[in-house]
């Protein structure tokens, strides 16, 4: 006698299982898959040819006693702050500036903002590579020009400052971005409540921030969330940029798994890495989602 | 006897008589190598032609891999049973170490003698790929990095051909008051930073010490030479602004670009590159070379040598004989390393005379410091650093020259890695394969 | 009074508005500017105006010892087919999770959202194994795999989203006429959700087309490499010949470019779709 659990009712649309195959049978193989393999792989030495070895959890607490692990999580972090002083802060200026009253060529300041978006981070690094050229770049040559020679330095090869100098060229790329989000967001926002701010007596950057950022609160800590996860998932730019460099200065931990399992030969290493940063984005988005979730109900 | 008794023994017979028909017949030996350039493919394509000649029965099939980080591909093809049966790549322990342990690569040891190059290669081609007392390949490509310089320059400003490291510096000086960066260094591009650690270390080592650093991990610290050596280079040099300002960020390309429009005057490079010299340079200078200067009055003037890369077998391959037959014709034959020096300014092994040699003069140059026996030739770090050591070595000198941290404090970080490097097995001494 | 300081605050506005759009495009156009000039003129320094030209050439030469007709071709290719893959794919997938009713389809629904969650490091290096075994290393369609099915969790969502948003009226009173669930799909789900497709199309290929660290890891033949790592191992082996490299980027990113300013409305409506609908 067969369980009542499975009940062929009519009202279910089984054709519904053949509509989402496609995508389920897919994801399945190049998503869950790969990440399961991640799991287990993490739990194994191995070199990349020849046998496995079962090592348990001794990838995990190498990492966590690893100081490269936090060097590159802490140069996450300030990407992340980097980010968001120069793309989201100019984001939700802009997106200010232009959400207002009348701005002529509206349209044409939003579309050349948000261009550097469309290129890839190899062209933002040439691009930038050339700005930061200590002998020819364009930063150096102002900083000439403004008579302050001592400062024009490599840029990209300066421990100081190579982060800060990627950030600007990421953060180049992030800020129109942000203004698109952000504007959509203010035109969702009550004019009448800056109005009466505005009769009230209150100047622009009063009614700014007491009126107009409050409203939006929602979608800037939405915006700060995605930034975070984002700030962790980065790759290309740092390997572009600076590969890591100068003496591991900029390494994230994208770079540094990269680096552990292709470079030096310890897959298994490597795996646990990535799933460090995994469990942290996770961690992350979802308790981002239940908090949004939360306060919609 | 009966008819099936009969029939079994005949085709007994005929099945080894069958396999030895194959491997005089027709069989194609895959060969990946690194042969890109187009000189570099010109060269291999007309030293193939000559071995198809001479072995009818073998067909070259060649693929020139690509420059990205190939030791995946290896592995992923030593792995199948369809790999290739030739392979021409790195072989440094950090990148083949992997394919050693599995046993992918056939032990070339007792071909040394069998194939009689011990006499006709250079001593380095066998001695760096080789670990555990065994050898793996053999190694091509001989290169060893000397200075270039600008000779036109050093005329102009007087300064003679450095022969001890006070001359270096004077020449230095003389340089930097003229307006001239004397090294044409780009600290981004991590080969530089190595080659230039490298050299000058070995420079103040002598060969015993070198060889207990290399081949017993003899600690890095105890050696107050090392000290010397790294505060000469890495802070003496920095802060007589003896570098291009922003050294750090510039790519070695970018460096060499000063070296040609002749504002820096000196690159310590290889002869790898001779021929990217020539060319960028034609007419404008004329460019010479000179070795790094003795340090102090005894010592032997050192070079450090490299080999490129090494001529390894596949041990699943099924053509043993040929593959071999293949690397000697390759490496130890005087004829393709003559088409080698001419078309390609590569460097073979083969150490014997070469009749009518005609290369340009800085390949002379190179090949005549090769064979001279007054130069000490060493394996340079990179051949022989655990490969978290050559992340470091590589990653790391810019932070000595920015006075991020000190000298001590980076012998101290070098030393750590190598030791741990011993511990899991990855240096020449405890490698086991 | 008040005039005067609003339009002090208006010209204030516009100020700002304008160094953000230096700050923006100076990079660009300097970038443009050399890609025409000649490698001479370059010498006196980028940034200067300039005097000697020699732009086809340089784009020439692009073209040919930069191979960026190649690259290019290959990125049109792989990026053509993981858009038509991904848009077809989670079309049919959105409606069935936002129309459809069957077991498990929201729990299915939010494994598929882990995907969005999940950067790409964590299945990465199996990836690179999976394809070895499956003999497809260095071939186009293991990238177009790769980025198709990195698309397919945002994609589905952004499908959901949109039919949702549609009300059931319509399909309920063409079932009344008779209509099958597929002919329902066809004619009235597709027609209506065209600005949420158009979306996705050009949000996918602007990804798919950009993406580099897929190729990095699975391609290597010269013949089928997209733009990203063509250009980057262009630059790296010509690293001087700054005026051709330009020359290179500007062909890699007019394509989507043009598209951009063509179809502006739809890539800021696929962001905030995203971004904002819940």
């Known amino acids: 006698m067969r369980a009542a659990s499975f009940k062929f009712r009519p009202r279910y649309q089984y054709i519904g299982f053949l509509m989402i195959l496609p995508v389920m049978g897919l994801y399945c193989v190049f998503t869950l898959y790969p990440i399961a393999s991640s799991v287990v792989l993490s739990l194994h030495d191995w070199s990349g040819i020849g046998p496995k070895a079962y090592v348990g959890l001794d990838n995990y607490a190498e990492a966590f006693a690893d100081p490269m692990v936090w060097l590159s999580f802490r140069n996450n972090l300030q990407y992340c702050l980097g980010l968001i002083a120069v793309g989201v802060a100019p984001g939700l200026i802009l997106a200010a500036l232009l959400a207002g009253e009348r701005i002529r060529g509206r349209t044409v300041f939003q579309t050349i903002y948000f261009l550097p978006r469309l290129l890839s981070m190899v062209v933002v690094s040439i691009v930038w590579g050339w700005i930061y050229n200590p002998s020819f770049g364009l930063l150096n040559s102002i900083i000439r020009w403004l008579g302050a020679k001592d400062f024009s330095i490599g840029w990209l090869g300066n421990a100081s400052f190579a982060m800060w100098a990627v950030v600007v060229a990421g953060g180049w790329t992030y800020f129109g971005f942000c203004m698109v989000i952000f504007i959509a967001a203010l035109q969702n926002t009550d004019p009448s409540l800056s109005e009466a701010a505005l009769i009230d007596g209150a100047n622009w950057l009063q009614r700014f921030f007491s009126v107009i950022i409050p409203q939006i609160s929602n979608v800037i800590t939405m915006v700060l969330i995605l930034t975070l996860i984002d700030a962790f998932k980065i790759f290309d730019i740092i390997y572009l940029m600076t590969l890591g460099g100068p003496g591991r200065k900029t390494e994230i931990m994208a770079t540094y798994l990269y680096r552990e399992a292709f470079r030096h030969n310890h897959f298994g290493y490597g795996s646990s890495i990535a799933m460090i940063l995994t469990a942290f984005v996770l961690l992350v988005s979802i308790v981002f989602q239940y908090s949004r979730e939360k306060r919609e109900s | ?433 | 009074m008040k005039r005067s300081k609003s339009r002090l605050a208006k010209a204030l506005r516009y100020a700002l508005l304008l160094v953000a759009a230096v700050y923006t495009l100076v990079p660009i156009i300097a970038l443009a500017i050399t890609a025409i000039r000649s490698e001479a003129d370059l010498n006196q320094g980028p940034f200067t105006i300039p005097t000697q030209l020699q732009a086809l050439a340089n784009f020439e030469r692009a073209w040919s010892v930069g191979r960026i007709g190649v690259y290019a071709g290959n990125s049109l290719m792989i990026t053509a087919t993981v858009v038509a893959l991904v848009v077809c794919c989670t079309t049919v997938a959105g409606y069935a999770f936002a129309k459809l009713s069957f077991p498990g389809r929201d729990g299915l629904f939010y494994l598929l959202l882990l995907g969005m969650m999940v950067p790409f490091q964590a299945m990465m290096i199996p990836i690179y194994f999976l394809f070895n075994s499956l003999h497809l290393l260095n071939t186009r369609l293991s990238v177009i795999l790769v980025l198709a099915v990195d698309g397919l969790p945002f994609g589905t969502f952004l499908m959901r989203s949109f039919i949702r948003g549609i009300p059931d009226e319509l399909s309920e009173s063409a079932k009344l006429d008779g209509c099958g669930e597929l002919r329902i799909f066809r004619s009235i789900i597709l027609p209506l959700t065209s600005p949420a497709w158009m979306s996705l199309i050009i949000f996918q290929s602007m990804w798919a087309w950009n993406n580099f660290i897929v190729p990095l890891m699975l391609v290597y033949d010269e013949k089928i490499k997209p733009i990203p790592l063509g250009l980057m191992y262009f630059q790296g082996r010509y690293t001087t010949e700054y005026t051709v490299i330009a020359a290179a980027v500007i062909i890699s990113i007019l394509p989507l470019v043009l598209v951009y300013i063509a179809f502006q409305r739809h890539f800021t409506m696929g962001i905030t779709a995203g971004a904002l609908k819940g």
Do not use: H
């Open chain 2, 1 to 433: 006897m009966s008819r099936k008794v009969l029939m079994a023994f005949c085709i007994a017979l005929a099945l080894p008589l069958g396999m030895f028909a194959e491997s005089r017949g027709q069989i194609t030996l895959k060969v990946w190598d690194q042969w890109r350039a187009e000189n570099d493919s010109k060269a291999i394509t007309m030293v193939d032609d000559n071995f198809m000649k001479k072995y009818p029965n073998v067909k070259i099939e060649r693929t020139a891999m690509p420059e990205s980080e190939i030791a995946d591909l290896i592995k992923a093809a030593l792995s199948s049973d369809s790999g290739p049966d030739v392979i021409y790549s790195e072989v440094g322990i950090g990148f083949i170490g992997p394919m050693l342990k599995a046993g992918a690569i056939l032990d070339l040891t007792n071909t040394w003698k069998a194939r009689g190059w011990n006499d006709k290669l250079f001593p380095v081609s066998k001695s760096i790929p080789s670990v555990g007392g065994r050898n793996y390949a053999v190694g091509c490509e001989l290169e060893f990095c000397p200075i270039y310089y600008n000779k036109t320059l050093f005329k102009k400003l007087g300064i003679n051909e450095p022969k001890t490291m006070s001359d270096l510096d004077a020449a230095m000086a003389k340089l930097k008051a003229a307006g001239v960066t004397p090294w044409a260094w780009g600290g981004k591009t991590w080969w530089n930073n190595a080659n230039l650690v490298g050299s000058v270390l070995w420079d103040y080592l002598d060969q015993d010490t070198i060889n207990k650093q290399m081949y017993q991990d003899v600690s890095w610290k105890s050696n107050p030479a090392v000290k010397d050596a790294l505060n000469k280079c890495l802070v003496e040099w920095a802060q007589k602004g003896y570098y291009p300002t922003g050294g750090e960020a510039l790519t070695d390309d970018e460096g060499l670009m000063l070296f040609y429009q002749g504002k820096a005057a000196m690159v310590p490079n290889s002869n790898a590159n001779i021929e990217a010299f020539l060319g960028n340079i034609g007419d404008k200078f004329e460019v010479s070379s000179f070795n790094w200067p003795k340090v102090t009055p005894k010592s032997k003037p050192n070079t450090v040598a490299f080999i490129g890369s090494g001529y390894m077998v596949n041990a699943k391959t099924k053509y043993q004989q040929a593959a071999i037959d293949y690397i000697d014709f390759v490496c130890a034959n005087p004829d393709s390393a003559k088409i080698f020096y001419e078309v390609a300014s590569k460097f073979m092994p083969y150490k014997k005379a070469i009749p009518n040699l005609k290369v340009p003069r800085l390949v002379a140059e190179a090949r005549a410091a090769l064979t001279d026996s007054s130069l000490l030739l060493l394996p340079g770090i990179n051949m022989t650093a655990p490969p978290e050591v050559m992340t470091f070595l590589e990653t790391n000198a810019v932070q000595v020259m920015t006075k991020q941290i000190d000298v001590p404090g980076w012998i101290d970080q070098f030393d750590s890695l190598w030791q741990k490097s011993k511990a899991e097995g990855m240096t020449l001494s405890t490698f086991k394969w």
